[in-house]
């Protein structure tokens, strides 16, 4: 199974930008759809974007389409999310995580529970 360990987060203002990087170990990375998830205080976790395992294909929630980008290197076994035009309702805890079937199709994209591992999560906080 894959771990993961995120980092990037940090304290921004709105307008600006971040990367998030997610490093991944102890697993086939290429072979695995990869996501990113964020849990606001007091909400439910919630779906910000994917990629396959390919790279060819990417999808974003609509709150976040246009601004965020979702990437990877397969060589450096390593997810991205750049971040830009930063709000303050992007504030949240932010996860990465891998699907837990190898080589799954997009269709797998948006349900939380077809993620079988996830890190820690690191923190971006947008203010206003």
């Known amino acids: 199974q894959v771990q993961l360990v995120e980092s990037g987060g940090g304290l921004v203002q709105a307008g600006g930008s971040l990367r998030l990087s997610c490093a991944a170990s102890g697993g086939t990375f290429s072979s695995y759809n990869m996501g990113w998830f964020r849990q606001a205080p007091g909400k439910e976790r919630e779906f910000v974007a994917a990629?396959?395992?390919?790279?060819?294909?990417?999808y974003y929630a609509d709150s976040v389409k246009g601004r965020f980008t979702i990437s990877r290197d397969n060589a450096k076994n390593t997810v991205y999310l750049q971040m830009n035009s930063l709000k303050p309702e992007d504030t949240a805890v932010y996860y990465c995580?891998?699907?837990?079937?190898?080589?799954?199709?997009?269709?797998?994209?948006?349900?939380?529970?077809?993620?079988?591992?996830w890190g820690q999560g690191t923190q971006v906080t947008v203010s206003s």
């Open positions: 990629i396959s395992w390919r790279a060819g294909n990417t």
């Open positions: 995580a891998s699907d837990s079937s190898m080589f799954g199709g997009s269709w797998r994209f948006l349900t939380a529970a077809n993620f079988g591992s």
